[in-house]
């Protein structure tokens, strides 16, 4: 997996140098050897950034912990026991029995807030309290199988949610830990006793898992228990809980995500039975609140039959009437059964009437007049009524869990208002279509009761008071019927809710630790890519003459191969005359033979970027194998701030430069042999504490006109040019300037200042030498041109881009 990210994200970088090179169609040779360069350099920093980053991404993710998820599939129908009732699903709760049914109203309730909160009460002994079980590496939350249980009496509020350090000291005593108002305080109790303090009432009981046996093992193990406020796990499983309604289909499914699957289960399973449960409540009410209403008519009717029916008997004994005849039988009969339904029809108009009271007074929106009943033929208005209570109740439960400004919110109060002002305009309609009917009523009335009033006296009053008899007895006959109905309607209230998929552990969803480990590896890959990047750019080294080759315009002379300590070893030519260094040191002055076109004098300035790069060595080595030549040479140390030539070569500097300038000694005094034959040197003498401005005197000129004069070479060792400017001013008085760059120094930047330098200086006769190469590569370089000893016409290895093909004056 690494060596493909790796493949991937190394191609946009290969592209992107290969495009950097100008007036490049294709990828050519030189192309490849970038690409080969940048591999054989870089190829390591991916193989140890990757494995860090693996590591702390496998680290990072077993410090996670996981999150499982639990669902329960609830389906929601309209079915129904008994139809033939009072108050049905089909009429009153559920509408019109469609197959498909909106749940959204319903996943509102779900995941209302009053919902959860009765779910967590109901379960407040099982989730009040979290036990933790501290280990070396990290702390993992348990829910069972733990060695003791807490019930929590009372407790201060801010101890809510303050994890606190439980310990077993032995089978009879805990100590309980934990930091409040800043102090740490330590509460010792006993199990199976409270605790009672200031601070809480609890009560640890052991599990069937400790005992004495046990004890020991228990008592090494350290343990956490953090204290729940009900707000505050209403909250948190509020943020987790999820209701899905699949397209389509009366299935609700509700998830819910935690770091331990039981607990999720179980609270998914309590939830549920809690949802169907209040699903039965409003019905349930409803019907009981109409069985009351019904109770309390019947309670009035009954002793208003009672009173008639006394009357009527007095009436009777008083006035020896027995019975009445055929024909006042038969008046009495018709009369008696308008009364009863003009008793109905005003019982409907009161039940009109006190609903629309309640539309208008809107008081209480969870009450609902239970007269409603007496308009239940009415199946428009039931169904409004029905609708209208609904949307009601949801209207609450959104109350408890959303603002009042939410969009949901005003979208039902306008549905409710509309639906409350059709209902008004069909109750007055309603209530004056039975007023027309009870008119038409008391006229067959008034004909019957002027027919009745042409009996004797003793009998119409008879007729009266049997007719309030009867009327009572209907009345309570039909109430008798309702009451009946509506307990059978009880009965048959089943919730449309149904569980078809009881809670079960759905296992791990989160996190995905595989994808969080292969993000870290791609993040090392990328990061890899860059420092690569970077330090191709900004720090990466030449290393060959090739390399310096694409990067330079001028011409360069040599390189040296790599040698340890090469700054302890002096005349290295002399010591090691066969190695591949003394010999990289003869090609040099064969190609400076070519740069001079064997000028019989030559004053040549050694100079690098920063120390340690090597011109002191070059200056010391390219001086003796000159010498060596039979041409009389001497090296002049002006690099007045640290000398190295009279430490490399092991000479006392007592005298030099800064004693002839400061008058002490003669030039003839200054200058000193060497131990190579033809080889003399002027070391810096005594380091003066104005070395710069000794560099600019004019005194400078006679040593540098003398030993022009005197000998055949003359090498110039000074300061730094990256870091001093003495190199700079003194090149006005060389014939040859050489720059040497070692490879653990020599980046691209190095080389654009010195080329800076070289423009706006004007300087001529500049040319590079590569110090330091390896030793491989030097094989490479003897093996591809013989020894060394020139590379066909002309001299060195050649200019670099854009430079002339001739050697300057």
């Given at each position: 997996m690494c060596k493909n990210r790796a493949k991937y994200l190394y191609l946009p970088l290969l592209y992107w140098i290969v495009n950097q090179k100008k007036n490049a169609q294709i990828i050519n040779v030189d192309d490849l050897k970038v690409i080969w360069r940048l591999i054989v350099k870089n190829w390591y920093i991916p193989l140890v950034i990757v494995p860090i980053f693996y590591a702390i991404g496998f680290f990072y993710a077993y410090k996670l912990t996981d999150i499982y998820k639990a669902s329960v599939e609830l389906l929601k129908s309209n079915d129904t026991y008994y139809k033939n009732n009072l108050i049905t699903e089909g009429n009153f709760y559920g509408g019109s029995g469609q197959s498909y049914i909106d749940n959204s109203n319903e996943i509102r309730k779900i995941q209302s807030y009053d919902l959860m909160h009765e779910t967590v009460a109901k379960l407040k002994d099982r989730l009040q309290v979290s036990y933790y079980l501290i280990g070396r590496v990290r702390t993992t939350e348990q829910f069972s199988g733990m060695p003791f249980k807490i019930s929590v009496s009372a407790i201060s509020e801010s101890l809510y949610e303050t994890p606190m350090l439980f310990s077993i000291l032995n089978y009879d005593e805990f100590k309980i830990s934990y930091k409040h108002g800043g102090t740490e305080i330590a509460k010792i109790g006993r199990f199976e006793e409270e605790l009672i303090d200031t601070d809480f009432r609890l009560k640890v009981s052991r599990e069937?898992?400790?005992?004495?046996?046990?004890?020991?093992?228990?008592?090494?193990?350290?343990?956490?228990?953090?204290?729940?406020?009900?707000?505050?796990?209403?909250?948190?499983?509020?943020?987790?809980?999820?209701v899905e309604n699949p397209d389509y289909t009366n299935v609700l499914v509700i998830s819910l995500e935690d770091i331990i699957p039981e607990r999720a289960v179980l609270v998914l399973d309590t939830l549920s039975q809690v949802y169907i449960n209040n699903s039965l409540k409003d019905k349930i009410d409803i019907n009981e609140r109409t069985i009351a209403y019904i109770d309390k008519q019947l309670d009035e009717i009954s002793a208003s039959l009672k009173d008639v029916e006394d009357t009527m008997q007095n009436y009777k004994s008083k006035n020896a009437i027995l019975d009445l005849g055929w024909e006042q039988q038969d008046f009495f009969t018709k009369l008696t059964s308008y009364d009863a339904e003009k008793s109905k029809l005003k019982l409907k108009i009161e039940a009109l009437n006190d609903l629309e009271k309640y539309i208008i007074e809107d008081k209480d929106p969870q009450f609902l007049p239970p007269s409603v009943f007496l308009v239940d033929a009415d199946q428009f208005l039931s169904g409004t009524i029905a609708e209208l209570y609904k949307n009601q109740i949801l209207l609450n439960n959104l109350y408890n869990s959303t603002k009042e400004v939410n969009p949901t919110i005003i979208d039902l109060k306008q549905s409710i208002k509309k639906l409350k002002q059709n209902m008004l305009v069909y109750i007055n309609n309603s209530r004056n279509a039975t007023y027309k009917i009870m008119e038409n009523i008391n006229t067959q009335i008034d004909a019957y009761v002027g027919s009745i009033r042409k009996l004797p006296e003793k009998q119409r009053n008879m007729f009266g008071i049997q007719r309030k008899v009867d009327v009572n007895e209907q009345l309570y006959t039909f109430l008798l019927q309702n009451r009946a109905s509506t307990k059978i309607a009880k009965a048959s209230i089943i919730s449309e809710i149904k569980v078809i998929d009881t809670p079960r552990n759905l296992g791990v969803i989160k996190p995905d630790k595989?994808?969080?480990?292969?993000?870290?590896?791609?993040?090392?890959?990328?990061?890899?890519?860059?420092?690569?990047?970077?330090?191709?750019?900004?720090?990466?080294?030449?290393?060959?003459?090739?390399?310096?080759?694409?990067?330079?315009?001028?011409?360069?002379?040599?390189?040296l191969p790599l040698v340890k300590n090469a700054s302890s070893i002096g005349f290295i030519v002399e010591s090691e005359p066969n190695s591949f260094i003394a010999e990289s040191f003869r090609t040099m002055r064969t190609n400076l033979s070519y740069a001079t076109l064997n000028a019989p004098r030559t004053t040549i300035l050694i100079t690098s970027n920063g120390p340690g790069e090597g011109k002191t060595f070059t200056t010391i080595n390219l001086g003796a194998v000159l010498a060596k030549g039979g041409k009389k040479t001497i090296m002049l140390e002006l690099d007045l701030h640290k000398p190295r030539i009279q430490k490399a070569l092991e000479m006392n500097a007592d005298i030099g430069v800064s004693t002839f300038m400061s008058g002490y000694n003669t030039i003839e005094e200054i200058i000193k042999p060497t131990k190579v034959e033809n080889l003399y040197t002027i070391l810096s003498g005594p380091i003066p504490p104005n070395p710069s401005e000794i560099i600019l005197s004019e005194r400078i000129k006679e040593i540098l006109n003398y030993v022009k004069d005197n000998f055949d070479y003359v090498l110039i060792d000074t300061p730094p040019a990256g870091l001093l400017s003495d190199a700079i001013y003194l090149m006005q008085y060389s014939s040859i300037n050489l720059f040497v760059m070692n490879t653990k120094f020599a980046t691209k930047r190095i080389l654009n200042l010195f080329h800076k330098e070289v423009k706006d200086n004007d300087i001529k006769n500049v040319y590079?030498?590569?110090?330091?190469?390896?030793?491989?590569?030097?094989?490479?370089?003897?093996?591809?041109?013989?020894?060394?000893?020139?590379?066909?016409?002309?001299?060195?290895?050649?200019?670099?881009k854009g430079g002339s093909s001739k050697a300057a004056d």
């Open positions: 069937a898992n400790l005992n004495r046996a046990t004890i020991d093992g228990f008592v090494k193990s350290g343990y956490q228990i953090i204290i729940h406020s009900e707000a505050n796990l209403v909250s948190t499983f509020q943020s987790v809980l999820y595989n994808k969080i480990i292969s993000s870290f590896v791609t993040v090392g890959l990328a990061l890899a890519v860059i420092f690569i990047i970077i330090r191709f750019l900004f720090f990466t080294t030449i290393e060959t003459v090739e390399e310096l080759k694409e990067k330079t315009f001028l011409p360069i002379l040599s390189d590079l030498i590569l110090n330091g190469v390896k030793r491989r590569r030097s094989r490479y370089y003897y093996s591809r041109y013989g020894y060394g000893y020139g590379y066909g016409y002309g001299y060195g290895y050649g200019y670099g």
